[in-house]
């Protein structure tokens, strides 16, 4: 005999939502620390309403497509958003199966009578959700790259620090790999401190750089000749041994650009060049 999920359901929506905060509490899906229990019944409460629409629409002779939007918007929604704030794919993933155990739970309790009709129902409804998880892990896996993104371009910002170390001489430490997307925020950030503070002398100290190739020299190269158009001389400083036996062994032709062993030595040929001199004052002695 047929039977109408979504009135059986429906009617135990109140008893339902319970279930699934509770299930989500008792698994420690709720975290207080990045979402409020307020905010979280909130989701909850909006998902459970457009699942049970959903299945309102396939009891009317419905499609899936037409009553699915609905629901997978406000999934992505809620993966992207928790995904953001710190949860991990197995707390997002508790989040849906506890939904199901609580749907299940429901439907086994109407339908208790007929074994057979709780089985073919209750799969239903498992594979419905079961599908809904995978475009949860999608969404999160979506997410968490969009995350991770926002993060390299920040740690990418802080790890090229323009610091004006004298009037007139700015330097720039490089850390880690010298890749494209970061020779071109060196640059910019560079080429704007350069007119911002008219100096004439610029370092990048390489010192943090782990290794130089072909690929890294001419990203190297690029920078001199950038800051060079604005009217600034560039220094190279932190050619290790083992990093100038590499040029050399490349072939690279770094014989127009002033290199210095470290950035004390880059410093001192500044200071020169702008006709600085420091001196260490001496202590008077009292007789």
Not at 131 to 146: D, N
Request: proline letters at 2%; hydrophobic letters at 45%.
């Amino acid at each position: 005999m047929p039977v109408d999920t979504y009135a059986l359901l429906q009617k135990k929506r109140h008893s339902i939502l319970e279930t699934w905060i509770n299930h989500q509490l008792a698994n420690d899906a709720l975290r207080d620390e990045l979402i409020g229990n307020e905010e979280a019944r909130a989701q909850s409460e909006e998902l459970l309403d457009a699942y049970l629409n959903r299945l309102r629409v396939v009891a009317r002779g419905g499609t899936v497509e037409e009553g699915h939007d609905a629901v997978a918007e406000i999934l992505e929604s809620v993966t992207i958003s928790r995904a953001r704030k710190g949860y991990s794919p197995r707390e997002t993933g508790i989040f849906l199966f506890s939904l199901k155990e609580a749907l299940l739970k429901a439907l086994s309790e109407e339908i208790a009578g007929d074994p057979k009709l709780q089985f073919e129902e209750s799969i239903k409804i498992s594979n419905d959700i079961d599908g809904l998880a995978i475009l949860t892990f999608e969404t999160f896996i979506k997410g968490r790259e969009e995350v991770i993104l926002r993060q390299t371009d920040e740690i990418a910002e802080i790890s090229t620090p323009v610091i004006r170390v004298w009037d007139g001489i700015l330097a720039l430490p490089i850390i880690g790999t010298l890749d494209s997307a970061r020779t071109q925020v060196v640059m910019e950030s560079l080429l704007s401190q350069i007119v911002e503070t008219g100096s004439g002398i610029t370092i990048l100290d390489i010192s943090g750089v782990p290794a130089v190739d072909s690929l890294v020299a001419q990203h190297l190269i690029k920078t001199v000749s950038a800051t060079r158009l604005m009217g600034a001389e560039c220094i190279i400083s932190g050619i290790r041994p083992e990093i100038a036996q590499t040029i050399v062994h490349l072939g690279i032709d770094l014989s127009g650009i002033i290199t210095k062993a470290s950035l004390a030595s880059a410093l001192k040929y500044a200071f020169g060049a702008l006709q600085l001199e420091v001196r260490k004052k001496n202590k008077e002695v009292k007789a």
